[in-house]
DNA sequence: CTGAAAGCGCTTACAG
DNA sequence: CTGAAAGCGCTTACAG
């Protein structure tokens, strides 16, 4: 790999003045800065960026920690960061769980994201600093130098509730998540709390524990129909689990929305391909990456006049698994 | 950021016998080996990977140049390259074609994988060496330290096609996606050749123009129903576009697979979802990325034997869109 | 077993 | 305008 070195000896002169020369400094002549230019063209001269960070410690790259590969819930959120970063000039790499602490420790990036629930919190207490804002998706924690922007998974919850008590519904089942989950928990509050606004009580036993796979939500259906229980509303803390509901009940002969309605969260792409199309609550996932990724470089860019832990408002998609 | 040489001056030692400690070289006492580790860990000490990168060059990453995030088919195949790149022991960085010169050049990777068309043949051409091998999802190049693996279309096309013409079709059409690529290109000579072989002769204005995206096959198929001349069965150089045909299609009331059928190509999640469930040729898209990581390993190995470009068998799978 | 020194490829005061 | 030198944080012969 040819280095600056090279460059100057075939020009004849300082590896100094390549450098000032390649990097638009004032302190060289016009007639050698041409010259230079030209030969480390010629001869194919990349500075080497790890290097030159070793000096300059701002490297315009960011990093987001990601490696749900299995779950293209995401990529939309990754698309949203992507553009964010490409016009703020950065780079963005991304990388897997696995190997986040050899780039948020290395002073490889100027900040990062996480997207990513196999992240521990002790490691991003322990590694945030000021030379390394780190911005949260996937939960909401205190720390010095950590931003979160997680989506209002209980004003979804209230919305959604209060639309379907003014759509006369009375009895509402919810299948849930994983138990301990923030998103589970938030969604769960939500809609218990609403409906008790309303004086209606959400009945213990009309809770379902899933985990957020399509399959135990069929596990939970199938569980209701063998019961001979089933609400006329089945809220899911996840489409996946919808899905898995709606299955159960389609493969029982039980008709969506005439005999139950299904409703999700989420709004994953197979949401509207559904039939029935699935009723569900929508995060806006391009605009939420897009989002978040602005932070960190509002927080770059030394301009962190306040930004306390934010929260996407996520919308109603009203479909026709639900009347 | 604590440096070797704040951990160096703590233990009492030179930098020498903090980084032969560290890195578990012999030549340091056990009792002192003890001592610098732990005062290292104690002072929350990582060496930083980039200093360390000047010296060593190798530095265990591979990058994957990749940024349609808006495809999710492609992340099956992520999901598999991620998986080879952790069980060899290797970091993975995935970047967006803007930054892929950055990475690139600047020795931070010992080898690339490429699945995004926005990379010129020219920049892999340039930059792939001995030190830097590089690997093509997209596309088939000559070239030294340049490797293929491709799903091979034509074998699947031919696959298909025969087995269409075993179930007594005899009347084809054909929804083509962007004219000039790779994969339009094998899946229609596959087909017509195939058909050819068993002396059946494709129609030229069974050619549709799409451009593998849904609205595209929805206006072929538009088209087909305008002009009254549906063929037995519709074959569509990706599923994006089966799922478009199939729309219009329902829309007309024209039944699948009654009255037509039709067919897709990568099978994408959502087309074992869809209604009726889409006939489709399944590129193993897990042990794709699999496979061309560790020819990437194999080559980083110097066990480089005969790696020729290397092609991927795909399956049909036979659902309901079809007889 | 231990440490001083050279060097990886850059940038950046500084002196001339 | 130009270049010699120090230094970024490491590793690695080499001498002791």
Redesign the interface.
């Known amino acids: 790999?040819v280095s600056i070195k090279d460059v100057a000896k075939k020009a004849n002169v300082s590896i100094s003045s390549v450098s000032n020369a390649l990097n638009g400094r004032a302190n060289v002549s016009e007639k050698t800065r041409k010259r230079i230019i030209e030969i480390a063209k010629e001869m194919?001269y990349?500075?080497?960026?790890?290097?030159r960070?070793?000096k300059v410690k701002r490297t315009k790259?960011v990093a987001l920690c990601f490696?749900q590969?299995?779950r293209?819930f995401y990529?939309?959120i990754?698309?949203g960061i992507?553009d964010c970063v490409?016009h703020n000039g950065y780079?963005?790499?991304?990388?897997?769980h696995?190997?986040i602490?050899?780039?948020l420790?290395?002073?490889?990036i100027d900040g990062a994201m996480v997207l990513d629930k196999n992240v521990t919190d002790e490691l991003i207490l322990?590694t945030a600093s000021e030379?390394l804002p780190i911005v949260l998706f996937d939960r909401e924690l205190e720390g010095e130098n950590i931003y979160s922007v997680v989506v209002d998974n209980y004003l979804a919850m209230e919305d959604l509730i209060n639309g379907l008590i003014k759509k006369g519904y009375t009895n509402y089942s919810f299948v849930g998540g994983v138990e301990h989950t923030q998103d589970n928990i938030e969604r769960f509050k939500g809609l218990k709390d609403t409906l008790e606004k309303s004086n209606i009580e959400f009945i213990s036993k009309n809770y379902y524990h899933g985990d957020f796979t399509e399959k135990s939500g069929y596990q939970a259906a199938k569980l209701m129909i063998i019961s001979n229980d089933i609400s006329e509303v089945i809220v899911c803390a996840n489409d996946n689990m919808a899905?898995g509901v709606m299955k159960a009940f389609k493969e029982a002969g039980i008709r969506i929305p005439e005999d139950v309605s299904v409703i999700g969260f989420d709004d994953i792409?197979?949401a509207s391909?559904?039939?029935p199309h699935l009723t569900t609550i929508s995060t806006p996932k391009y605009e939420w990456g897009m989002y978040a990724a602005s932070i960190l470089f509002q927080v770059l860019d030394e301009e962190k006049t306040n930004i306390k832990p934010n929260k996407i408002k996520a919308n109603i998609k009203w479909r026709n698994s639900s009347r």
């Open positions: 790999m194919n990349y500075p080497n960026t790890m290097a960070n070793l790259t490696s590969f299995d293209n990529f939309e990754i698309k992507n490409v780079d963005l790499i991304i990388c897997a696995h190997s602490e050899k780039f420790r290395n002073g490889f322990s030379e899905i792409e197979l391909y559904l039939e």
